[in-house]
């Protein structure tokens, strides 16, 4: 199975909503090319950086401004300081994403979201999207809103994107020597907006793959995909749940649990140098396992 670049993909396990057998799944490991691994690592500790600008905020993943990518592209939603729930559920501390596609954002706070061409919705607990457009400049904002898509006064910076050609046409490759740093960019801009092909629902991890190196603290950001949404514990909501992670130290037993339990979907995490293993699974409102992730292993190098 094929999966979006900077993420790692888990299968279902006990999913008794959904009627799926466990089966097993590898973490998507480092490029096995050595530049595009060089050039992988090179921006892991953008992709895993502490952000404490705003207590509460809405930002894109795996998309920057000035990015160019082919269509169809990857978007990830992020949020961080308030929780995910699908929409029809009252919850003064969640909500859900609403992706604004070359629009502004709406005059009237007050009313509803439309449902439109450039107003997407994702009222199902969505964390992130395949999108299509046309060759060309686009703009791309992430704005959040309650139960009744009625914004909060939360919402990403504008961002802008370029759209180069259709993703049936190959891909920008790293090259060694001068243009090393250019092709560098222009790779990991492409496999950073790789649309994941779903087979399935499943959990993955967005911002790492197996084997990276990260500086304590540092994020995890998670997703989930195939029909899973996000939402608190204690919510009935069928197919939806909440995030729990388990730290061991390599070898031993655990060293942190987090559960994400007001629907979160980022974390940080702070641990001392050392090699580390991550478990995370998706539990619903009664704590049965919708999506278990196998081992994803990673080495801290100093705080």
Request: glycine fraction near 10%; charged fraction near 15%.
């Amino acid at each position: 199975m094929r999966t979006g670049a900077g993420s790692t993909s888990f299968k279902t396990c006990g999913a008794p909503l959904l009627g799926l057998l466990c089966s097993a799944a590898l973490a998507q490991p480092l490029p096995a090319d050595p530049l595009e691994r060089q050039c992988w690592l090179a921006h892991t500790a953008q992709r895993t950086a502490v952000d404490l600008r705003e207590p509460v905020a809405v930002h894109f993943s795996n998309l920057r401004n000035g990015y160019q990518v082919r269509s169809p592209f990857w978007v990830e939603f992020g949020v961080r300081g308030m929780g995910v729930i699908p929409a029809g559920n009252p919850n003064e501390q969640a909500g859900h994403h609403h992706l604004l596609i070359d629009t502004p954002l709406p005059l009237n706070h007050q009313a509803a979201i439309p449902f439109s061409d450039t107003h997407k919705h994702f009222g199902k607990g969505q964390t992130g999207a395949e999108i299509s457009l046309p060759p060309g400049r686009h703009t791309l904002r992430l704005l959040f809103a309650d139960h009744a898509h009625k914004p909060y006064f939360v919402y990403s910076p504008e961002i802008s994107i370029e759209v180069t050609a259709p993703r049936s046409q190959p891909g920008p490759r790293v090259q060694a020597g001068p243009a090393y740093a250019e092709s560098c960019e222009a790779w990991y801009q492409d496999q950073r907006a790789t649309p994941r092909v779903v087979q399935g629902p499943e959990v993955y991890i967005k911002n790492l793959r197996g084997g990276e190196t990260v500086t304590s603290p540092f994020t995890l950001s998670l997703g989930v995909l195939g029909g899973l949404g996000i939402a608190p514990a204690g919510i009935a909501v069928k197919d939806s749940g909440h995030f729990r992670l388990v730290l061991l130290q390599r070898g031993g037993g655990p060293v942190q649990r987090q559960a994400l339990g007001d629907g979160r979907t980022e974390t940080t995490v702070d641990l001392p140098p050392g090699d580390y293993e991550a478990q995370v699974a998706l539990h619903d409102s009664a704590g049965q396992v919708l999506a278990r992730a196998p081992t994803l292993r990673l080495t801290v190098n100093r705080r």
